[in-house]
């Protein structure tokens, strides 16, 4: 039996599905997974976003240089291991100890291929990541936008795994099926709101969501569609400025963070989701609530805007009010144009799922094992 190893620095809760359906898939395919998990920082664990599963491995965990650097000793675990899947972050001293030591197992990353949030792309923390993007023997990226990213850097593309990064929608999907007609009017009622369409934002409230923009776009659309209504569902650092924003005008609501089945709920009163700004797994609430996703190619986003196609499951413009604006004019005033990307969402719900990315690294992990070691590696 091959054994597996897969290094988290820390495990959230929304990875919890998917280990426990590629425990599943490698077990089929008489492979072993083990998993060994750190804790997370001060300022993680008030998130209170973390997972636990009975199977997992605690490992110590360091973090120095006020949490820039992270040590995480595993060497004594990986004894046997024939693969062992670390994601890449150059935080992650160990990471560096096991590209430059001598192994008898293959190493494989797992992750984006770049910060995408970097504030300085060309600079030396972006450079020294992709210097490490060679030195392992296969790659697993969350999306299409992630491999390209790698290849870029010069890493094989028959080397690597696009594993469609997902979080378990099955529950999601539940609760978007058991929001009946009724409530969905009793909230918009109890919102203000009359029979016009509705945008939703939803989301942490903070700069590189851009609210200043969402403010604006909302504003330049209620001026060609009237009875255009917002509701802003979030929290963050700057909800005093979406309460200022927000007062004096009946047609826009902001209601706070709302979780689970009552976000759902409330998404069920709008016809589109607005998010000029910073785009992630957001994405999978438009896709199974089928409501379709408005943004721009502002540069911020992160690697599942590669699960936005344009005008089939959601609209990305030009980075421009105008654009925007005009874009989501037309959706919400076209009822063929909306059918359509409310028909794409439901089939894009049905692809990216966390079973299907479970096989898909199911399937990388046994080519990887096939394949020969990477020869540049040691280059």
Same mark, same amino acid.
């Given at each position: 039996m091959k054994r597996i190893v897969i290094i988290q620095r820390r495990l959230t809760h929304y990875r919890v599905p998917l280990f426990a359906a590629l425990r599943m898939a490698l077990a089929e395919r008489n492979a072993q997974l083990e998993l060994l998990v750190g804790r997370a920082t001060p300022a993680e664990e008030k998130k209170n976003d973390a997972g636990e599963l009975p199977w997992a491995r605690m490992i110590p965990t360091h973090y120095l240089a006020g949490g820039r650097l992270c040590w995480q000793p595993v060497q004594r675990h990986l004894a046997g291991a024939d693969l062992v899947i670390v994601t890449q972050e150059n935080k992650l001293i160990q990471n560096h100890l096991l590209m430059l030591a001598s192994r008898c197992f293959k190493l494989a990353f797992w992750g984006h291929?770049?910060?995408?949030?970097?504030?300085?792309?060309?600079?030396?923390? *972006?450079?020294? =990541?992709?210097?490490? #993007?060679?030195?392992?023997?296969?790659?697993?990226?969350?999306?299409?936008?992630?491999? @390209?990213?790698?290849?870029?850097?010069?890493?094989?593309?028959?080397?690597?795994?696009?594993?469609?990064?997902?979080?378990?929608?099955?529950?999601?999907?539940?609760?978007? *099926?058991?929001? =009946?007609?009724?409530? #969905?009017?009793?909230?918009?009622?109890?919102?203000?709101?009359?029979?016009?369409?509705? @945008?939703?934002?939803?989301?942490?409230?903070?700069?590189?969501?851009?609210?200043?923009?969402?403010?604006g776009a909302s504003e330049a659309i209620r001026s060609v569609v009237p009875d255009f209504q917002l509701l802003i569902v979030g929290e963050g650092v700057e909800r005093d400025k979406v309460q200022a924003w927000c007062d004096g005008k009946p047609w826009a609501r902001w209601v706070g963070a709302r979780f689970g089945r009552e976000k759902v709920a409330y998404m069920s009163v709008a016809h589109v989701m607005l998010n000029p700004g910073a785009l992630g797994l957001g994405i999978m609430d438009a896709f199974v609530c089928q409501t379709p996703m408005m943004t721009a190619d502002c540069g911020n986003h992160g690697p599942e805007i590669a699960y936005l196609e344009n005008d089939i499951n959601g609209v990305i413009t030009a980075d421009d009010l105008k654009s925007y604006v005009a874009a989501c004019v037309n959706v919400v005033r076209d009822a063929g144009t909306m059918e359509t990307l409310r028909t794409g969402c439901a089939a894009s719900a049905r692809e990216y799922t966390v079973e299907n990315m479970a096989i898909r690294f199911a399937d990388g992990i046994a080519r990887c094992l096939e394949a020969p070691r990477h020869s540049r590696r040691a280059s």
């Open positions: 291929g770049a910060n995408l949030q970097s504030d300085n792309p060309s600079g030396l923390k *972006e450079r020294f =990541k992709r210097w490490t #993007t060679n030195r392992v023997d296969w790659w697993f990226a969350y999306t299409q936008m992630s491999a @390209g990213l790698v290849t870029a850097a010069g890493f094989p593309d028959t080397r690597i795994t696009v594993l469609n990064n997902a979080v378990d929608t099955s529950e999601l999907q539940r609760q978007r *099926e058991s929001v =009946k007609v009724e409530e #969905t009017q009793a909230l918009r009622e109890s919102l203000g709101f009359g029979a016009g369409p509705v @945008g939703v934002f939803v989301g942490s409230l903070y700069a590189d969501k851009r609210l200043e923009f969402l403010f």
